[in-house]
Every structure is written in structure tokens, then in C-alpha cells.
């Protein structure tokens, strides 16, 4: 565990050290708030009609299908394909591949979180201080909002590890993340039926949390992101094992 603990905090503070890193990071802060400002005092009539819970929302929608998928591709790019080509991925150290694969996860699974707090901090900062409606009512449901948005975030990390793990490119890598996620964005609108058979259609379920919540769903859906998850796991650590030194 002490092992899994500090190769975690290493791969944490390499992509700390990351440009994308610091841009996801500096874009979580700045863009609810520039967005508040262009809503409350440049007169934008559409976006001042909706209550500012909704505008919140649509910041957060945002991250979820583009900023947050950018980041983990290039991030999982990075730990795993890259540090292939590099030969640095499985240099002889006095670590398990398992902890050493555990361990990666880990790292973009918290950064991912710590990236959706910080833009809800900043949401709900920017709010308090520049929406005439803003109610302090709103703080828990915005939160849970964002906080349930991490467990899809970290199965589409886990889909996107099985897929770097395919490749010895990370150009050739990255290309099919994207294509793959564009594809599954697409897909539901020429095969309707294939919707929740796609981890990107799990991307707004907080929006199940807010309407007339129905028990059953949630279950469906938490089954779903679980069974995903251990699928997309196993077979990425089978990918992962194989690699050769």
C-alpha cells in the first residue's frame, strides 16, 4: 500500500508538471467566472434568462464533453504511451506492474477530481459574488452535481488506458481516443438504441440527481459504470502485463 501511496504522489507531481495540466487547471478557475462576467454585464439577454443553477450546469457540461476528455487523453498518452516509447514505462524498479498500473490510475483519477472542484469552487465563488439570484440553497446540489460527474470521468480514464495500451505511437494513440469518443458521441444519434451501451452517454447523469429521480436508473447506471470499469480494467492490466520491458 506505502508502495502504491508513493509511486501515486510521483506520477501526480510528473503531470503536475504538464502544460496541459496547468491549462485544464488555470481554465477550471477562469472560464466560470469570465462567463459570469460576460452573462451579468455584457447583456448576453439569452444566457440572463436562464437561472444561474442552469448556466452552472452549462459550465459544468462543458468540462465534462470537452476539457476534462482533452486533459485525460493527453494524459493517459503521456503515462502510458509515451513512457513506452521513451523506454522509462517499466524501468526496473521495486514495484509491482500491478501497483505500478494501479498507481497511474490512481493519479489521474484524483487530479480529475481535484480539476472538478476547483471549477466548482470557482462556480460557486463567481456566483455568490456576481448572480442577483443565487441562493445559498443551491451549494449542496451543485456539488453533488459535480462530485457524481467523477465517477464517469474515471471510467472514460479507464477506457482510454485500455486504448494507449494498443498502441506504440502516441500520435497514432491520442488519435484514436479522440476518434473513438467522437465516434461514441455520434453513434446514439444513427443507432438510438446503442445509448447506454456507451460510457460518453454517462457523462450527464448527475442530470438523473436533479429531476425526478428515479431509483431504479440510478441503480442501472451505478451497475453499469461498475461493470465498465472492472471490464475495461481487467483487460487493460492483461495489456499492461504483457508489455515488454
Known amino acids: ?115 472538478l472542484l476547483i471549477e466548482w469552487l470557482a462556480v460557486i465563488i463567481s456566483s455568490a459574488v456576481i448572480d442577483k439570484t443565487f441562493e445559498y440553497t443551491m451549494i449542496p446540489t451543485s456539488f453533488g452535481a459535480f462530485f457524481v460527474s467523477w465517477f464517469p470521468i474515471i471510467l472514460i480514464s479507464i477506457f482510454a488506458i485500455l486504448l494507449a495500451l494498443f498502441f506504440k505511437s502516441s500520435v497514432l494513440a491520442i488519435s484514436s481516443m479522440i476518434f473513438m469518443y467522437l465516434m461514441m458521441i455520434f453513434i446514439p444519434y444513427i443507432f438510438p438504441a446503442t445509448m447506454y451501451l456507451l460510457p460518453s452517454t454517462y457523462l450527464d447523469w448527475y442530470m438523473q440527481w436533479h429531476s425526478n429521480v428515479s431509483i431504479q436508473w440510478i441503480l442501472q447506471t451505478v451497475t453499469y459504470l461498475c461493470s465498465s470499469f472492472g471490464l475495461f480494467f481487467s483487460l487493460g492490466y492483461y495489456m499492461f502485463n504483457r508489455k515488454e520491458a
Open 1 to 115: 500500500m506505502n508502495t502504491i501511496k508513493a509511486n501515486s504522489l510521483n506520477e501526480i507531481e510528473k503531470l503536475l508538471a504538464k502544460k496541459i495540466t496547468k491549462f485544464v487547471f488555470l481554465s477550471a478557475l477562469l472560464i466560470p467566472i469570465l462567463t459570469k462576467l460576460l452573462v451579468n454585464y455584457l447583456f448576453i439577454t439569452d444566457w440572463m434568462a436562464l437561472p444561474a443553477e442552469n448556466i452552472n450546469f452549462t459550465l459544468l457540461d462543458l468540462f465534462l464533453t470537452i476539457l476534462m476528455p482533452l486533459f485525460i487523453f493527453i494524459a493517459v498518452t503521456d503515462m502510458f504511451t509515451g513512457e513506452g516509447e521513451s523506454g522509462t514505462l517499466l524501468q526496473v524498479r521495486p514495484i509491482s506492474r500491478m501497483e505500478l498500473y494501479l498507481s497511474k490510475i490512481i493519479a489521474i483519477s484524483i487530479l480529475s477530481l481535484v480539476i
